[in-house]
């Protein structure tokens, strides 16, 4: 039996379609059949049956063609409304591609103004150093399958990055120490070792050679660096010292999301060039955000136009509160952070109320509460360059805010984000800025940060930023 929709779908749109299209091939053939022919009456005595049978077959052609962009139609809203509903957001903006504005004359690249910027743009004197140490992101959990080895550039080093067979990750120096050949471009994860791609020298998690091919010994010396790693909240992470030093203090794990009690909702990942320390400092610089974050965010990321959109008949509040560290753990840092929505300065909405954990140089977990339910941004920030970073905010939130909700936020949090890049891809570093009584909050976060630093830590070079760009 067909359905009660299907069939008037057919009765009603399918067939009145196909009867038109076939009517209008009726009349063009009677209209060359008039010259010919002078009656209808004779014109119709002398169609065939092959006539006949062509206008059957072109009729059902129509109907079949109707049927099958109905489905195509349908089909696409599905996966549509399927890739909205379960699949986790994942925007990325590159090095480039936000943040930057063209202020030559004539049409630039988006590539161009950025390489641009980057080599006439003032760096700064007096640069704090640009690795600190501490954990740093590499890859998220999701992106490394057992038995896959991922090279990942951070840190002015050369990863590879790999997960057993039996799914535990491990990280190496990329470069063989016996000829040089790259780890993680060819190389084979066989059970819990990493096979070089050069000459099959193997080496386990630990970064000893445990097989040679041609060599019934292996000595002593046949081994390569292995860098403290962590798996903790859905990513991996390498540990960072330029003294050479192990973990000094560990990653706080996220209940909720080792038991599952919150899900994955997406990722936005940003490339902002700036100074590391920039990006954390915001959080202590209170007027910024009473400034430029206030405006709507979807009046966009145009520093020029934001405060002149009309959709700032509602803007974004933020009040924070600084509680600061403890003895017992100096390398986090604490704050509040409350936010509302102000409709025609009359109506506050959507109320969130956060509590902010500054872990190490690299690392800030953001809890939060909403008339919603419950979650977390897991951000990481990590040095590709010493002006290069990575920055990502990772949404793992409860049951009650499903993945299409869950791309809101993301969203919303994202287009803030752009917000800021602009400004990092084209401020300057003051060592010793001109702070108010109110900024005092800056001063204070800059002496919590220099903890991160050592003697050693490396400094930038100003010959490696006058290379041809990227």
């Not at 390489?115 to 600190?132: A, E, Q, S, T």
Request: charged share 20%.
């Amino acid at each position: 039996m067909i359905s009660r929709i299907p069939r008037l779908l057919f009765e009603n749109v399918l067939v009145p379609v196909a009867d038109v299209l076939t009517k209008s091939v009726n009349n063009f053939a009677g209209h060359k059949s008039d010259h010919s022919y002078n009656s209808n009456a004779t014109r119709a005595a002398i169609i065939s049956e092959e006539e006949i049978e062509f206008y059957l077959n072109f009729k059902s052609a129509v109907l079949f063609l109707c049927l099958a962009l109905c489905i195509a139609g349908f089909s696409v809203l599905m996966y549509f409304l399927y890739v909205l509903v379960f699949v986790p957001y994942n925007r990325v903006r590159r090095l480039g591609s936000i943040g930057y504005q063209n202020h030559e004359e004539g049409h630039l690249s988006k590539k161009d103004i950025a390489n641009l910027v980057r080599r006439r743009r003032k760096v700064g004197d007096d640069l704090p150093p640009v690795f600190p140490n501490g954990w740093f992101r590499l890859v998220d959990s999701q992106q490394l399958e057992p038995g896959q080895v991922k090279q990942v550039t951070a840190l002015g080093e050369h990863f590879a990055v790999f997960r057993s067979k039996s799914g535990k990750a491990s990280i190496l120096d990329a470069y063989c120490p016996h000829m040089g050949g790259n780890l993680a471009v060819g190389g084979i994860v066989k059970n819990d070792c990493l096979e070089c791609p050069f000459h099959g020298w193997r080496f386990d998690g630990d970064g000893k050679c445990v097989a040679i091919p041609y060599s019934e010994k292996i000595p002593t010396f046949a081994k390569t660096k292995s860098w403290p790693c962590r798996e903790v909240n859905k990513a991996i992470f390498v540990w960072f010292h330029c003294d050479g030093k192990e973990p000094e203090w560990e990653i706080p794990d996220i209940s909720e999301i080792s038991t599952a009690k919150f899900t994955y909702k997406g990722r936005v990942e940003h490339h902002a060039n700036t100074h590391i320390q920039d990006v954390p400092e915001n959080g202590s610089d209170l007027a910024h955000l009473s400034h430029l974050h206030v405006p709507n965010a979807m009046s966009g990321a145009n520093l020029s136009t934001q405060y002149s959109s009309w959709w700032n008949f509602a803007e974004h509040i933020f009040r924070a509160q600084c509680i600061g560290s403890t003895d017992e753990e100096p390398h986090i840092s604490l704050f509040y952070l409350t936010h509302y929505l102000h409709v025609f300065k009359r109506f506050k909405l959507l109320s969130l109320n956060l509590n902010v954990y500054q872990i190490g140089p690299g690392i800030v977990h953001l809890h939060f509460n909403s008339p919603f339910g419950k979650g977390v941004f897991v951000q990481t920030l990590t040095p590709v360059e010493p002006l290069h970073l990575v920055l990502t905010h990772n949404l793992h939130a409860s049951w009650s805010i499903p993945v299409w909700l869950g791309r809101i936020f993301l969203y919303l949090e994202a287009i803030q984000v752009d917000r800021d890049v602009m400004i990092w891809n084209n401020k300057t570093f003051e060592p010793r800025p001109k702070l108010l009584k109110e900024d005092s909050l800056i001063a204070k976060y800059r002496r919590w940060y220099s903890q991160f630093y050592t003697e050693n830590s490396p400094r930038l070079s100003l010959k490696s930023e006058d290379g041809n760009g990227w």
